[in-house]
């Protein structure tokens, strides 16, 4: 029998008479998941699950409880928005009372975080089973003597079934993830997109690190053969999960990190990998899950009669997910941290076509940078938008992060001074051109270049100051064309990469103002240059 801890459901006041699976190993969970009618498993063996409607986080859903805790410690917004208490308690009074009505519900005691001191303690309580499956998954799964002596510090509730009602909630439509710090209880209802509870605690460690000096980063580590780490920040699609699963360094994690005084830890158990359109040959690594018993696919298209998959069939979502064990990957860190990093990596995929595919950065820029968040959307995803799209999420995780854009900006600052820790800002984006006219950047010269940047040879070539954004750019390196690392020159109208330059750089510095007043003066002037 899984353990269960000494500390019940109806000890914290959620009063249930519903069978109470505790703690579920995988084998088990799917067999719940596939007998329930929740998923159907696949010919090599993942579980595969649809979301309905939700394929992916309903950022305008999401509230936090303004009271005296979160009044003035958080950075209230369009990110962070607040919900009254007298509307959460309403909210939590009909959630208990949907919870009360359960037959059956599935209980998982999980770690938020592999380093022990910096790490919370997450009850998840749910009502799907394959949601109990992917928690446990993307979380720290304690020992077995670990689970049996479980307090809960935060719990988490998700009922895809319950409809929140906007009028006595104070929610936007019927999804609602209130997060109230105060109780330290998170309510999830009327979406089955699991990355919901994945990233609640995510936000829940954003907001409680950096009162010990922890850095908290949205990001994917690994370490190299001598013992040095790498950090990748970066946006959704930037290539984190791609360019960390390098089977030459040790995978620390995919996703979400902290930074200590003695470590770079993981705050998961588990990858969770865009699969729309994976290529064996060019990922090899995270296509292998997607022939994984353990695995959880969503949204991924499978024949019915053969179990066959089509990873490139994006019908039922853009957004097909899969979430898998870390271990799945091969050279994976056993205790899921490594040391403080070495080099500090900002991924931005360029849709404009304007930055250089690795650029070196001085500390100012690169907190300039990191608190820009940078990337772009492509053109065509609405009718009539031709043109890329700039994207600023600040610390390149803007809705995960609680507190001001500063505290997290000026943590890093230190952090980087203290280590004297490298820092690039690499360009997954478009070359020779914006997207539509120039090509995607070649992922065999990221790599090169990625990989000279962390064994130090980079570091020892000629370098140029970029007109337009004061960084510097190596202007030759070893096993990469000379030309795509100078953009303007793989443009044929060089007077079109001028014009779209100087747009980008515009953009970059009305973004900023909203940070100006809270960095130094030689933060403010590592901005980019406008003509």
Not at 9 to 33: C, I, K, M, R, Y
Not at 355 to 379: C, D, N, W
């Amino acid at each position: 029998m899984p353990n269960k801890s000494a500390v019940t459901l109806n000890d914290q006041g959620f009063n249930t008479s519903a069978e109470q699976h505790w703690n579920l190993g995988s084998p088990a969970l799917v067999e719940a998941a596939v007998s329930r009618g929740e998923g159907h498993l696949a010919k090599d063996g993942p579980l595969v699950v649809e979301t309905g409607k939700h394929t992916g986080r309903s950022a305008d859903a999401k509230f936090i409880v303004r009271d005296d805790e979160t009044e003035n410690s958080v950075w209230w917004g369009k990110t962070n928005k607040g919900m009254t208490p007298d509307h959460f308690a309403a909210l939590k009074e009909d959630f208990l009372l949907a919870l009360s009505e359960k037959e059956t519900l599935f209980v998982q005691d999980l770690f938020g975080g592999s380093q022990p001191e910096h790490r919370v303690n997450v009850r998840v309580i749910n009502e799907l089973a394959w949601h109990n499956m992917f928690i446990r998954t993307m979380l720290v799964r304690p020992s077995g003597e670990e689970q049996a002596n479980f307090q809960p510090e935060y719990t988490i509730i998700d009922l895809p079934s319950f409809r929140a009602d906007p009028e006595r909630h104070g929610t936007n439509g019927e999804t609602v993830i209130a997060v109230n710090l105060s109780e330290k209880l998170i309510l999830i209802g009327g979406t089955a997109y699991a990355g919901e509870m994945k990233k609640s605690v995510f936000g829940l460690l954003n907001y409680l690190l950096p009162l010990d000096s922890v850095m908290p980063m949205h990001c994917s580590a690994n370490i190299g053969a001598n013992g040095d780490t790498a950090v990748f920040f970066g946006l959704s699609g930037t290539g984190k999960t791609t360019l960390s699963a390098d089977a030459s360094r040790t995978l620390i994690g995919d996703d979400e990190h902290g930074w200590s005084d003695t470590a770079v830890f993981n705050f998961e158990g588990g990858c969770y990998a865009k699969m729309i359109r994976l290529s064996q040959e060019a990922e090899p690594e995270i296509f292998a899950t997607t022939k994984r018993f353990g695995t959880v696919l969503e949204n991924v298209v499978m024949d019915p009669e053969t179990r066959e998959l089509d990873l490139d069939d994006g019908s039922k979502a853009e957004n097909t997910r899969g979430a898998y064990p870390i271990d799945f990957i091969p050279n994976t860190s056993e205790k899921n941290m490594g040391p403080v990093p070495k080099n500090i990596i900002m991924l931005t995929a360029d849709a404009f076509g304007v930055l250089p595919p690795i650029s070196r950065l001085t500390p100012e820029q690169a907190m300039y940078h990191f608190l820009s968040g940078y990337t772009a959307k492509v053109a065509g995803t609405e009718i009539g938008v031709t043109e890329p799209e700039a994207t600023f999420s600040t610390c390149f995780g803007a809705p995960f992060m609680p507190r001001h854009p500063s505290v997290y900006g000026n943590l890093l600052k230190e952090r980087i001074a203290k280590g004297g820790v490298k820092c690039w800002l690499v360009n997954t984006g478009w070359t020779g051109g914006k997207y539509g006219e120039g090509n995607r950047m070649p992922i065999k010269d990221t790599r090169v270049l990625l990989n000279a940047a962390l064994d130090g040879s980079l570091n020892s070539v000629e370098f140029r100051l970029d007109d337009n954004f004061g960084f510097e750019v190596p202007v030759a390196v070893p096993g990469v064309d000379d030309g795509i690392l100078n953009p303007r020159s793989t443009w044929a109208d060089t007077a079109a990469y001028d014009e779209t330059a100087q747009k980008l750089v515009q953009l970059f510095i009305e973004n900023f103002e909203q940070f100006a007043e809270h960095v130094d003066e030689n933060v403010r002037e590592a901005a980019p240059s406008a003509a």
